[in-house]
């Protein structure tokens, strides 16, 4: 029978023979100061709910950022190690400069230039959403992170696995022991340090932001206050809140790619009242995160707003919002098209895709 | 028997006790600390649960060969006579039986001694839990992925993990079948059972009881509901799948009838060992 309490209780033993050990040391070797390291601090870093911004849709104590697990999970989006061959870190399909999509792909390539179905999707503001990817394939930040990692056509790789690569790097070694008090190169560490990053990579600083929070920097032209009466009536039923989405699951009325047939969230839930539904996406950065769509068919906004005039297709499925009494989609005319596509703009946050914080040199 | 530490203080802290307090007249209760353990017993109808050997044939008319079943139990729950409930430490509560690696016994160490009527347990991991992350499930991530009870294209685990062969009297040859339940972020297939012991389960420092359960595989698609698998063959018809939609759902209440008590040992020597 296997049970996490006896590997518990081994490495509480382990940990005694150490203590026993260390004490010694301290006692024959007073004067020795390079064991610093052991006593660097690891404090909780400050998380701040942005005053336009919805309650937290996870709850982030269980996982709570400190300096080292924010910097080691940096350091792991960063890393191809985390897929099988060596090639492929989650940085690779979310870049920074493009809020973390992968710029100039409909799909990504993962490991041996394999194809994915679906648009890589922003990494941003992780800690308000309820459900992560098209599909709803997670609901937890913490575990998320499975599901890129284990993808035949992504990373291809195991949580097991990666802790035995990393284990044999005395700088993780080192890094994971201070973000976790001690502990090892773990999968449960892995995924809890790659978290604490994803909870800080917080986007709340575009100009819109400045202009609903009354901050100097944050004005708004004629046409984008236009653009963004016109979201607000016509948009913001599903491009909910300043998220920008309510995280629901919704067919929008794409007409389906006979190449794909991707059944959304059918995949996840085997309802076939699923099917042809994908996750409302944020509209946050939207400007930068070309192409669009869950499968990144539309190249500009542009498209995506003609779509929603004028090509929105009917299935049992659709949803009611883009069905009013027999019209489908949302009407627009093209100067309410540019004038929404120039609130859009405003939603950049070059801050957020500029911060430092959030980069690290590989 | 294993000794273990534990064991040896709550025998020297009842020593102590009984030399101290000599006059003391309560004779009886009962005080410190001791194990009990739980083995499933895998079966399939009555049968003997054989892996990769011969097929059992179910009320569906299906003959499946069985080549895995391993499953996630959890919240282990002991109920004394009295009502008492003792809640087996939650962050320690996760195990997996694995019929095939032999691992069947599930062991609670430091119950409260006592005498217990029943036992209530989950069949897989609680979406509170689950939500939680990695720390409170400590790190069951790794013991789970060897018994290949993990979930990666959506994130958490699978709770039964029950595959094979099988013939079907609607279709012609032998197909796979692959039943995953679990739950999604959809549906939440976690499903606690409570079950009455036919004679009491006596925890004592010097006493592990032994509760013997047959869990029946077979009640997994043949039981309140029935479940055909070829009704979940794919496209290509060679094999079935179930890991999605009402299926789960169904077998998630099958399961609650899947576990009875056949018998409960107690005494001081070990029971069901592998």
């Known amino acids: ?362 | 028997m294993k000794f273990k530490l534990q064991h040896i203080v709550a025998a020297m802290a009842v020593a102590t006790t009984l030399v101290s307090c000599n006059n003391d007249d309560d004779t009886t209760a009962v005080s410190g600390t001791g194990d009990a353990e739980i083995f499933f017993d895998n079966s399939v109808n009555g049968d003997d649960l054989l892996l990769n050997t011969s097929a059992y044939t179910n009320s569906n008319g299906e003959s499946l060969k069985i080549n895995r079943l391993n499953y996630i139990v959890s919240n282990f729950v002991l109920i004394a006579e009295d009502g008492t409930e003792v809640v087996y430490p939650k962050e320690n509560s996760y195990f997996i039986i694995n019929e095939g690696a032999n691992s069947t016994t599930v062991h609670l160490e430091g119950m409260p001694a006592g005498n217990y009527t029943k036992v209530r347990f989950g069949l897989g991991v609680d979406q509170q839990r689950y939500l939680q992350g990695e720390t409170a499930q400590q790190s069951f991530w790794d013991l789970a992925a060897a018994s290949e009870l993990t979930w990666t294209w959506s994130t958490g685990y699978k709770f039964i993990n029950f595959e094979g062969t099988f013939t079907s009297p609607q279709t012609d040859g032998e197909k796979t079948f692959q039943v995953h339940q679990g739950s999604n972020t959809a549906t939440d297939n976690y499903r606690e059972i409570t079950l009455t012991l036919p004679n009491t389960a006596r925890v004592r420092t010097d006493e592990t009881p032994s509760i013997h359960l047959i869990a029946d595989a077979n009640v997994i698609l043949d039981g309140a509901t029935k479940i055909r698998l070829f009704d979940a063959l794919n496209t290509a018809n060679t094999g079935a799948a179930i890991m999605g939609g009402q299926g789960l759902i169904d077998i998630a209440n099958n399961t609650l009838s899947m576990f009875k008590v056949d018998h409960v040992h107690n005494g001081a020597g070990d029971h069901h060992e592998e």
Do not use: W
Request: aromatic share 12%; net charge negative.
């Open chain 1, 1 to 362: 029978m296997y049970t996490m309490e006896q590997a518990i209780i081994m490495k509480s033993k382990c940990l005694k023979v150490l203590f026993a050990l260390s004490c010694l040391l301290l006692v024959s070797c007073g004067n020795n100061d390079d064991y610093q390291a052991v006593a660097e601090s690891n404090n909780r870093l400050a998380f701040n709910v942005p005053s336009n911004f919805p309650p937290l849709a996870q709850d982030i104590e269980y996982n709570y950022p400190t300096e080292k697990g924010f910097e080691l999970g940096r350091k792991l989006f960063y890393d191809g190690r985390l897929s099988a061959d060596g090639t492929i870190s989650c940085s690779f399909c979310h870049e920074q400069g493009y809020a973390f999509t992968h710029h100039g792909h409909d799909f990504s390539h993962g490991i041996n230039d394999q194809v994915g179905t679906r648009n890589a999707p922003a990494v941003q503001n992780m800690a308000f959403q309820a459900e992560y990817f098209y599909d709803g394939a997670s609901n937890s930040l913490e575990m998320l992170s499975i599901v890129p990692i284990h993808n035949p056509v992504e990373m291809a790789e195991t949580l097991e696995t990666i802790a035995v690569k990393l284990q044999v790097d005395k700088e993780y070694v080192r890094l994971f022991s201070l973000a976790f008090d001690g502990s090892g190169v773990t999968s449960g560490n892995i995924l809890k340090a790659l978290g604490q990053f994803m909870t800080m990579m917080v986007s709340s600083n575009s100009r819109y932001d400045r202009y609903v929070r009354n901050e100097p920097g944050g004005s708004l032209t004629a046409q984008e206050l236009q653009g963004l009466g016109l979201f607000q009536a016509k948009c913001a039923t599903c491009h909910k809140t300043d998220l920008f989405t309510d995280s629901a699951f919704r067919n929008n009325g794409l007409p389906p790619n006979p190449n794909l047939n991707d059944l959304g969230r059918e995949v996840v839930t085997g309802f076939t009242t699923d099917r042809y539904k994908f996750k409302v996406p944020s509209l946050r950065n939207v400007e930068v995160t070309a192409p669009y769509m869950h499968d990144g068919r539309f190249g500009s906004l542009q498209s995506v707003l003609n779509f929603y005039a004028g090509g929105v297709l009917y299935s049992s499925t659709l949803d009611p919002v883009l069905n009013q009494n027999g019209t489908l989609g949302i009407p627009l005319s093209q100067e309410e098209k540019d004038a929404i596509s120039a609130f859009l703009k405003t939603l950049t946050d070059t801050d957020y895709i500029n911060n430092p914080l959030f980069y690290y040199q590989t």
